[in-house]
């Protein structure tokens, strides 16, 4: 079982009436999920929220005790369908994904379900990956609200306002019979806290005590024409007016009042600690949160409540809108309410805030003392504040003068990666074929867009490789390579992919790589893995799949076999049979080995059992110090140290301790014909007698053979 395990967290989900609930917002979003009486929860794994999913697998005796259904869905696509359960019949349903993309992927189903509406409440939890350290592309979920008229949640970043949304999220549901995103970024996702937990509830309906029957044919309840136009009016006239009426009554969002009274600042909820934190560094808030500029919090993203929005600025001379990102959506809509009922309030957002990327602490404390220049409020010297933005933010200026720019780190392929030797031979192919474009996917094997491979020509999204070459293919001269993961070859590159190309008998080669897990989000089973949430193998295989689709070229590799790769790399390339050719690039993800073999290791350990590991290593007498092997390997464990030969200055290649001996360095030692500087070992514990005998016949060949030491 290489699924890391979540049994700590499952205990927290236990907790009963009146107990303390401590942990992170993404756990408490699990909880809240229990204490709302869902019937049914599913998705697709994806940073930030693939925990919830995670932990709600290794929850799953608890679950069925309590009658809810989970699904480890395929696709958010699937994760998405799953909400019309709601739509004929009273049953609270949740399902979780990374967006923006997973709300791509998406939407589809999301516009099919947001126009005949829900009955029981559906709410969507979206890990809103937009800011610096995301992987995906920087756009927002907001659009989608608006577009499909899904109301969107934006906690504040506090533990019982993230329980309390997730729980009047299900009612406003149900009151305004729309589905309901919960948007939670990074940091909401890993603000730690606690609240003061309720029992978990098991719904009136759920696969404890079954419905009787579907219910009566209702053709409203269809997103078909010509009902769908009925459906668009119902959303603006019925369903807003009533998700309005439920926030104000329920104080959805809230005010916090402070003593500069003609200043606020509007804010969506999950900014508002950012917010806060810039203010008590320019001294204006406590560390508890207390501003003297009143806020309006907007743990209600869309739709706006014009009354409250309205009620707020009456009387104040400026507004500061926080808004992330482009377009400015809030700012549009706050002029527009303002202007409609001639309030004269000044509305600054995008200006003294930037118009694209994450308000990071940096950005907002300037974007806040930018505000109180422009606005010069009575009661603060606001060029004192601007003067303490500075200092506050000098340091960086200051560091880069004195050490320069820090070279940046992208992240790489970990230790012994299974695709990091299909990319040194692919890097090798091209050396003696010429250069060819690369058509790159999302996944680990993303990494080699980085040095030292530096491979990809575009990225369309998960698994998109292949349809994104289907016209570069007959516009080259070389045939293009797709590389797809086994994740994305699941979430639908066999579909947009493989029967597309096959459909339109186009040339090409795909390497799908097989290391048995969807590994980038944190190493969930997928149709081909090896075992399943249930135990046993699901069934499902890549190789048997592309053969019924009809595939005729395909070949399976050893991913750490270099040579092999190469020359299968190098027929799939050449050869003049038509059509679509894929070579099955396997190899287990080595995270999930690892974890595997630490535990098997440490047991016969433990039992006296003999225990053999394997270590690479460079003799540094020969290493040239021309470091190919690190250019063709990129392996985090191989790297330089200063060579000992006084009369060589390089440094040469080391392999520190880290390397797990996944004998990638001698393959390419041998696949490029490199110096022969690279050695193989066996580290042994609770060696056996054999062991032992056979290490002192060789330390004796070895005494023979080396040279003597002569004495000075
Ligand atoms: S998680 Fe697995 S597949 Fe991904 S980089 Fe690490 S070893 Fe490679
Ligand atoms: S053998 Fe080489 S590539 Fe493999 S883990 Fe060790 S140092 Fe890294």
Not at 16 to 44: C, P
Not at 98 to 120: C, E, H, M, R, W
Not at 190 to 211: M, P, Q, W
Not at 308 to 319: A, L, P, T, Y
């Amino acid at each position: 079982m290489a699924e890391v395990s979540f049994k700590k967290d499952v205990e927290a989900l236990k907790l009963g009436e009146g107990q303390v609930f401590h942990g992170e917002g993404i756990m408490a979003v699990t909880k809240a999920l229990l204490q709302s009486g869902v019937s049914y929860v599913g998705g697709y794994q994806g940073a930030p929220v693939s925990h919830l999913l995670d932990v709600l697998v290794d929850a799953e005796d608890m679950m069925s005790d309590l009658g809810v259904h989970l699904e480890t869905c395929t696709n958010e696509a699937s994760a998405a369908a799953m909400l019309g359960a709601s739509i004929n019949y009273p049953l609270r349903g949740a399902v979780t994904w990374k967006s923006i993309v997973g709300t791509n992927v998406a939407a589809d189903a999301l516009s099919n379900l947001s126009s005949p509406g829900v009955v029981g409440g559906a709410m969507i939890i979206i890990g809103e990956d937009y800011g610096e350290g995301a992987s995906v592309i920087q756009e927002r979920s907001y659009a989608y609200a608006m577009k499909s008229s899904m109301w969107l949640l934006d906690p504040r970043p506090d533990l019982p306002t993230i329980v309390r949304m997730v729980e009047k999220g299900f009612e406003l549901s149900e009151a305004s019979h729309a589905p309901v995103m919960l948007e939670l970024r990074v940091r909401a996702c890993h603000v730690t806290g606690e609240f003061a937990a309720k029992s978990n509830r098991a719904s009136a309906k759920s696969g404890l005590n079954r419905i009787d029957g579907p219910p009566r044919f209702d053709y409203a309840r269809l997103a078909h024409p010509p009902l769908t136009f009925l459906q668009e009016k119902l959303k603006v006239d019925q369903r807003m007016p009533a998700a309005q009426a439920f926030a104000r009554e329920h104080k959805l969002n809230e005010f916090f009042d402070g003593d500069i009274k003609d200043l606020g600042i509007i804010v969506l909820g999950g900014l508002t600690n950012t917010v806060l934190r810039a203010l008590a560094r320019l001294g204006l808030a406590d560390a508890f949160g207390n501003a003297r500029i009143p806020i309006y919090c907007l743990n209600l993203a869309y739709p706006l409540i014009p009354e409250e929005m309205k009620q707020f600025c009456v009387g104040k001379r400026d507004v500061l809108i926080v808004e992330e990102g482009y377009p400015d959506y809030v700012e549009q809509a706050v002029n527009t309410e303002l202007r409609r009922a001639d309030i004269q309030t000044r509305v600054h957002g995008k200006g003294a805030l930037p118009k694209a990327g994450e308000y990071t602490g940096e950005i907002m404390l300037r974007g806040i003392a930018n505000f109180l220049a422009a606005t010069k409020p009575a009661g603060i010297d606001a060029a004192e504040i601007v003067a303490k933005a500075d200092a506050l933010l000098g340091h960086k200026g200051a560091a880069v003068k004195a050490v320069g720019e820090l070279p940046p780190r992208p992240p790489n392929f970990c230790t012994g990666c299974p695709e990091r030797p299909v990319f040194a031979a692919i890097k090798l192919t091209q050396k003696e074929l010429g250069p060819t474009h690369v058509s790159a996917d999302i996944g680990c094997h993303a990494f080699a867009t980085f040095a030292p491979f530096s491979m990809g020509n575009s990225i369309l999204g998960y698994g998109m490789s292949l349809a994104s070459a289907a016209a570069v293919a007959p516009n080259l001269k070389a045939r293009p390579i797709s590389v797809m993961g086994d994740g994305g070859f699941w979430h639908n590159g066999l579909i947009t992919g493989v029967a597309s190309s096959l459909f339109n008998k186009n040339d090409g080669v795909l390497i799908v790589m097989q290391n048995g897990y969807t590994s980038a989000t944190g190493l969930q089973y997928m149709p081909s893995s090896k075992a399943s949430r249930q135990g046993q193998a699901p069934g499902m295989d890549i190789e048997s799949t592309l053969r019924s689709f009809g595939v005729k070229w395909l070949r399976k590799v050893r991913t750490y076999n270099v040579s092999t790769m190469m020359i299968t790399l190098k027929e799939a390339m050449k050869t003049t049979e038509p059509g679509l050719k894929v070579i099955v690039a396997d190899g287990e993800c080595q995270l999930a080995r690892q974890r595997r073999v630490r535990v098997e290791d440490a047991t016969k350990l433990k039992a006296g059992e003999r225990v053999v590991r394997t270590k690479f290593g460079v003799d540094d007498e020969i290493c040239t110090g021309d470091h190919s092997c690190i250019r063709l390997s990129g392996c985090p464990s191989l790297t330089v140290k200063p060579s000992p030969d006084p009369l060589r200055t390089d440094p040469v290649a080391s392999v520190i301790e880290s390397c797990v001996g996944c004998g990638l360095c001698g393959e390419v030692a041998h696949a490029a014909v490199l110096c022969p500087s690279f050695y193989r070992a066996e580290v042994i514990q609770n060696a056996s007698p054999w062991d032992r005998f056979l290490h002192r016949v060789r330390r004796a060949v070895i005494s023979v053979l080396a040279p003597k030491q002569v004495a000075a």
